[in-house]
């Protein structure tokens, strides 16, 4: 029994630290992401509006959203986020987050 509880806790803590570790990989993508949104490069800015695309809404996400519409050079990128933007708003409108009056 003693045999067990050891394997039984040191596989608790391996899944743990697994969580612990993953965790902290998609955190770093996601910050990632939202740098690649200003990148120099066109097709990274497009993959990071696809990752921004399928984020959840927050104010923060459409403020960096907002920020990008009046940074991109390039019309078809700023329409994009235009689109995720106000699809940001309306989800965020029907949780009943306020996140300002749009500028974009």
Do not use: C, Y
Not at 49 to 72: K, T
Not at 98 to 103: D, M, R, Y
């Amino acid at each position: 029994m003693n045999r067990t509880m050891k394997t039984a806790t040191l596989t608790v803590l391996a899944a743990a630290a697994a969580g612990a570790l993953a965790a902290l990989i998609i955190r770093g993508q996601i910050s990632r992401h939202r740098r690649d949104l200003f990148s120099p490069r066109a097709f990274r800015r497009l993959a990071a509006l696809g990752h921004m695309n399928r984020e959840p809404a927050s104010v923060d996400a459409i403020r960096v959203l907002r920020d990008f519409v009046s940074w991109e050079p390039r019309k078809p990128l700023r329409e994009r986020a235009q689109a995720i933007i106000d699809r940001m708003m309306a989800e965020a409108a029907e949780l009943g987050i306020h996140a300002g009056p749009e500028t974009a």
